[in-house]
């Protein structure tokens, strides 16, 4: 577990010692200001604001989560330092989940800047609920936990960076919008069920509404192990080949 | 400390390691001889538990690297042959992290990497990214990191390849100061590196291991007879006849002929029998008949050239096509690691072999060598 922290630790070094967080959370600060500032002059009621912002938001996550991921493990494949990594004594999963947890602190710091339009929402006078906030950050993180690990997947498979970031874009956009773009609406036929049911989508409005489901939180949580889980198995393969 | 039993590995359907079999007792140090796509790099990837072996099993240290590789890992130290480098870390940032993720304890880390600085002599660049470092100190920076947890067995892949003379020299150095608590293999494919650095040199080509065996062992066998070589002034008609009537000389070459002044000056060399030594003899029969002796030298042939008799006396191996899963092959496309596929490991046909010889007939000198003698020593030589 210490070693996970280590390999975190040294990933957000990486990301802050490159340009590459810079212009990353610049770019994703600029797209939520836009988003914010044009429910903002719209809508009148802050709760509502804080409720477009946040699923829009989160469609835009899976851009973000894909860009931050895909070198890590592409990138390290091409220096040779993953030789490094797994001639140490650190295990696959300890190297995979330090990966992971280091585009999630990029992540978190990138979503506390944006705590910048709730300061003026309330000193301009909006009410802002706590609950549907909290849920809407919890959804928000967890999202951006999914789209970091099919990332990290597609650079484990991929081990081109490129190749790896048109992988996790196209996936991630498939797994978002699965349900509604094979599934005609009102069918509610298993298979229907099923697709919409694995759409990312449809869990995520429910965090964006307030409503924290116990239901949607498992299941963001098993698509991160699954990925993570995938990415590892994916490396170990490569070694015994 | 090391062990390779019967270690195979494929890439896809070629068998780039076949049964190779070593050992490397504690405080040894053991070089990795042969040339590109000999399967150097891959042995040596099996040993730290990069690659899986698909068959046979690699023991360090006591662990067997597949039951229990992070124990296996934590008494290695590992240079390969593409120095892993994080170009956006300074040296230090870098250091402290490769100790951390090797288990140094954080109470020795500071030391310990203060330590290893100086050892490898990249001090003054504790503090400066390493991307902007010449390569010589990037290698020094590899060999840190390999040496930081001081552990038992250093591995180290080509660990002077593409340097100056004077960074591989202060390389070698820094490599001959761990010896002693270390046990240590080295591959190359510089010979001078073997003959400074090892004890005992393996040579594999081909994925098999062709001779295991001491330096000094390797260089007896490769003396095939007593040679000497002399430069003498006179005529060489004359002085040929003068040589050839000594007692104990099987053989005398004329290298440049150069008769036309007189006093001129030539180049012989002269093939003793074994275990004899005809220098006095030749010495008092030359002045006796009014020659200059100029130079009289015995003639070692050069760990160069054993080598090179070793690997281009192996014959080739008939390529048997062992099946192999086409998913295996599939993922072995992807990896970036042409360097050490068998791609132009010398296949050559028989003829080629034959003619070998004449390739070899040639040292540095320019003088012949004895084509024949070579059947002897390759059978010595396998044991």
């Not at chain 1, 190297?95 to 000193?123: E, H």
């Not at chain 2, 892993?84 to 310990?112: C, E, H, W």
Request: with cysteine.
């Amino acid at each position: 577990m210490k070693n996970t922290y280590y390999i975190t630790q040294r990933e957000v070094y990486a990301y802050f010692a490159s340009p590459i967080a810079y212009v990353i959370m610049a770019v994703f600060l600029v797209f939520s200001g836009i988003f914010f500032y044009s429910y903002a002059i719209d809508v009148q009621e802050a709760n509502q604001i804080m409720r477009s912002w946040f699923s829009l938001v989160g469609f835009f996550m899976l851009f973000f989560g894909s860009i931050i991921t895909t070198r890590l493990i592409a990138e390290e494949q091409r220096t040779g330092t993953l030789e490094l990594l797994f001639t140490s004594p650190v295990r696959n999963w300890e190297v995979v989940l330090g990966k992971w947890l280091a585009s999630m602190a990029l992540f978190g710091v990138a979503l506390l800047f944006t705590f910048y339009y709730l300061l003026i929402l309330i000193i301009l006078g909006g009410k802002v609920d706590l609950g549907p906030l909290v849920s809407g950050y919890l959804g928000l993180l967890l999202e951006a936990g999914v789209f970091s690990s099919i990332g990290l997947f597609a650079s484990a498979l991929a081990f081109n960076q490129v190749i790896a970031a048109v992988l996790s874009l196209v996936f991630s956009l498939i797994l978002y919008i699965l349900g509604p773009l094979v599934v005609r609406s009102g069918t509610t036929d298993w298979i229907g069920n099923t697709l919409n049911f694995i759409t990312l989508q449809t869990h995520m409005q429910g965090f964006a509404q307030g409503v924290l489901d116990l239901r949607d939180i498992i299941f963001f949580l098993s698509l991160i192990t699954l990925f993570l889980y995938g990415t590892g198995q994916s490396i170990s393969t490569r070694r015994a080949a | 400390m090391i062990k390779a039993e019967n270690l195979t590995k494929y890439y896809g359907r070629r068998k780039v390691v076949r049964e190779v079999n070593f050992e490397v007792e504690r405080g040894e140090i053991v070089g990795l001889l042969g040339p590109n796509g000999a399967g150097k790099t891959t042995t040596m990837r099996m040993i730290t538990g990069y690659l899986n072996a698909n068959s046979g099993r690699a023991v360090v240290a006591g662990f067997d690297v597949n039951e229990n590789p992070l124990e296996v890992r934590k008494r290695i130290g590992y240079l390969p042959e593409t120095v892993p480098l994080y170009n956006d870390m300074t040296v230090q940032a870098y250091l402290d992290f490769t100790a951390k993720i090797r288990g140094v304890p954080s109470r020795d880390r500071r030391r310990r990497i203060v330590e290893v600085m100086e050892m490898c002599r990249i001090s003054d660049v504790a503090g400066r990214v390493i991307g902007k470092l010449s390569r010589g100190y990037r290698q020094r920076v590899g060999l840190a990191q390999a040496i930081v947890h001081n552990p038992d067995v250093i591995i180290l892949d080509e660990p002077t390849v593409g340097l100056d003379p004077r960074q591989i020299i202060e390389i070698r150095h820094v490599i001959r100061n761990l010896a002693g608590n270390h046990s240590m293999i080295l591959s190359t494919h510089i010979l001078q590196e073997v003959s400074t650095l090892c004890d005992r040199v393996i040579i594999i080509n081909q994925g098999r291991v062709l001779v295991d065996d001491t330096l000094a062992n390797l260089e007896r066998q490769g003396q095939e007879s007593e040679r000497l070589q002399l430069e003498v002034r006179g005529k060489s008609p004359l002085v040929l006849q003068t040589l050839q009537g000594l007692p104990g000389i099987t053989r005398v070459n004329l290298q440049q002929k150069n008769d036309e002044e007189p006093g001129t000056i030539n180049r012989y060399t002269v093939d003793g029998e074994p275990g004899g030594d005809p220098r006095e003899a030749i010495v008092a029969a030359l002045t006796a008949n009014g020659f200059g002796l100029l130079e009289l030298k015995t003639a070692v042939p050069t760990l160069e050239e054993i080598f090179v008799k070793i690997i281009t006396e192996d014959l080739p191996i008939e390529d048997e096509i062992e099946t192999k899963s086409d998913l295996d092959e599939e993922l072995d496309e992807g990896e970036e690691e042409n360097d050490e596929e068998l791609d132009e490991a010398p296949v050559a046909s028989e003829n080629e072999i034959k003619q070998a010889p004449s390739f070899l007939s040639k040292n540095k000198d320019g003088e012949l060598v004895d084509p024949d003698s070579s059947d002897k020593r390759d059978s010595d030589r396998k044991k």
